[in-house]
């Protein structure tokens, strides 16, 4: 993972807050998703010993009584969380927990003693009934006091900050504190009023600067909800302020709408819904590495091939490794192979390559057209920077062959990194790839990246790369 920089544009109060907040908190999903992997081991280890405990070893083969095992601990995992017993505020409840457990494995061993046939029901009964006081339900109380344990310690709250300070903060803030079972913590407080209308503590929470170092403050820190305090007819500042939001990744709701403080987290609340919500980054990363992995594996012999070229061709490193920009704007070390002559690499991208380039060496010419540069980005891929589909991440300062910056030309620029960048996006197999030659072609690019944002899915991943090969013979612009 890389080294997260703390922008120099934060007081040193909001930059010493935010390195403390480097690392998401602990989604409940994580905590769901960690209880069903154990419990599935746990479940299909006990019937595993129930079937060999119910009869002699002879009666069941060794692999049908594994695979067995193995299915119907599947299953039982399956119902159990289709009635949510897998949900943080069922998991916690240590007796619902159990009996719940205890439902489900007892309807289990019934369908497993049918199947067996009518001469081990008994014996089926008996081995159940002790691996559930044995294994089953000890193992759901153990899950159900670290789930509470984790909930107690503060370790699944969501962290929020408050943009605007005032009467409304502390309303909200009293808010907050009194309803049950609030898992929201304030951070801090932001606002452009100077400290003779905005004190600098707010209930005891600090006012840490501008609604623009908010932007930064939420660029280093995981936040996971901001809340805007402002009134519902100060409509005019709330649209400007959700223009200033946009370009993040995070929620944004507006206090005023809300009666029980409770801001749900789920994707139809909120002014501003969340792009990378906490199952999105699972999902995404598990499709990554499996994908990835798969990637790495068929394309070794033709990177092993291509790093023979590039030696062969010029002296200097095979590889050239560029600072570019992440998820949330954060800078992020990119892999590509060397395509330009060792002593004229520009890895601050200052100057664009165009057609013809001189600096590009002839191994260099087929790698880029062919984008087969790309290929060392599954070791970013693999290492969480980069995702196998996302936008393309460009250079920090990336310019058009004009010269001209890519914030400057469209508004907003730094939305498109509101989910992680990709080695291959919606984008790229719709043509829009290689040189930024005008303007008109950087905003389509940036229309394709926000229609990607808004209706991800691992569908239109899956469906991105196998158009990927494809889009790759157009290369009238890869030079």
């Known amino acids: 993972m890389s080294v997260i920089q703390v922008s120099d ?9 935010a390195r403390t907040l480097v690392r998401p908190t602990l989604a409940p999903i994580r905590l769901s998703v960690t209880a069903i992997w154990i419990e599935c081991f746990g479940f299909s280890l006990g019937y595993w010993f129930t079937f060999y405990a119910a009869t002699p070893v002879a009666a069941f083969h060794p692999v049908w009584a594994a695979g067995g095992a193995a299915l119907l601990g599947v299953l039982t995992v399956a119902v159990l969380a289709a009635i949510g017993a897998y949900r943080l505020g069922n998991l916690v409840r240590m007796r619902r927990s159990a009996l719940q457990v205890s439902g489900v494995v007892a309807l289990a061993l019934f369908v497993a003693a049918l199947e067996a046939g009518p ?4 014996g089926i009964f008996w081995a159940g009934l002790g691996a559930l006081l044995i294994v089953f339900i000890p193992l759901r109380l153990c899950l159900a006091a670290a789930a509470d344990w984790a909930v107690a310690s503060g370790l699944t709250s969501r962290r929020a900050v408050i943009a605007g300070g005032g009467v409304e903060a502390e309303r909200l803030l009293r808010g907050l504190t009194a309803r049950p079972g609030n898992d929201i913590r304030v951070c801090a407080v932001f606002d452009d009023r100077g400290s003779d209308r905005v004190g600098d503590l707010t209930l005891d929470v600090p006012r840490l600067g501008r609604f623009d170092e908010l932007v930064e403050f939420c660029r280093v820190a995981e936040v996971d909800l901001i809340i805007l305090t402002l009134p519902q007819h100060a409509d005019q500042r709330i649209g400007q302020l959700l223009d200033l939001f946009r370009v993040l990744p995070v929620p944004v709701h507006l206090s005023a709408f809300s009666r029980d403080f409770a801001f749900p987290d789920d994707p139809d609340s909120g002014l501003l819904p969340a792009s990378y919500r906490a199952e999105r ?8 590495l499996i994908f990835g992995t798969l990637m790495l594996f068929v394309f070794t012999p033709v990177m092993i091939f291509v790093a023979g070229l590039i030696r062969l061709d ?3 490193p095979i590889f050239f490794r560029q600072e570019r920009h992440g998820f949330n704007d954060r800078p992020i070390r990119v892999w590509k192979f060397r395509t330009m002559y060792a002593d004229q690499c520009d890895p601050r991208a ?3 390559v165009t057609k013809g380039d001189a600096r590009v060496t002839r191994v260099g010419r087929f790698l880029r057209r062919s984008s087969l540069d790309e290929l060392p980005q599954l070791f970013n891929v693999l290492g969480g920077t980069l995702s196998l589909v996302g936008p393309r991440p460009h250079a ?12 400057q030309i469209v508004q907003g620029y730094s939305a498109r990194h509101r989910l992680p960048p990709g080695i291959t996006g919606w984008a790229q197999i719709h043509g829009w790839r290689g040189e930024v030659d005008d303007p ?5 690019r940036f229309d394709h990246d926000l229609f990607y944002i808004e209706n991800w899915s691992l569908w239109l991943d899956l469906m991105i790369l196998l158009r990927t090969p494809g889009s790759l013979l157009d290369t009238r612009k890869a030079y």
């Open 281 to 288: 980054r699972m999902a995404k990363r598990a499709f990554d």
């Open 440 to 444: 008109e072609s950087l905003r389509h």
């Open 396 to 407: 920090l300062d990336a310019r058009s062959s004009r010269q001209e910056r890519f914030a």
């Open 350 to 352: 200052d100057r664009v």
């Open 314 to 316: 010029s002296p200097g």
């Open 119 to 122: 001469a081990v029901p008994g």
């Open 9 to 17: 544009r934060l007081n040193e109060a909001a930059a010493q807050l």
